[in-house]
């Protein structure tokens, strides 16, 4: 029994295709338009405040390295008063929580703090800015 020859169209232009039974494009050209279109369609357009809450995680990770410039030795934590906190440090943005009985630390890339009393504590979390876990 003989399968009746099926005439197949580029996924692109849609022009007739002659070459392999598996071809899904007449070329590269046609292949790569078809995938520019693709990741155009499907790529998510931007949120609208996006730059700007970029631009506040970065503020805060620079208030937080400019108020202890030194890496913190692992299982230690710094502290600053309170009110040595600048006024544009923003604490609705970062990057990471991490929990323990004592509470929430807010981390900004490997920057984190606490607040506890009149004082923000200060902690390095190396894992929470790593792209490899
Ligand atoms: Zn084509």
Redesign the pocket.
Known sequence: MTQPTQIRY?R??D?PLHGRSDQI???DT?RNTFNKHKEKETKTPPHPNEKQIFAIIRRNYDILQRLYPWPIRPGRYEYVPRQNMPHHFNRNFFTATHHTSAGEWFVCFDRGWMIVGDRYHLKDFPEKSSLTG
């Open positions: 580029c692109q232009c022009k494009y007449c070329n046609c």
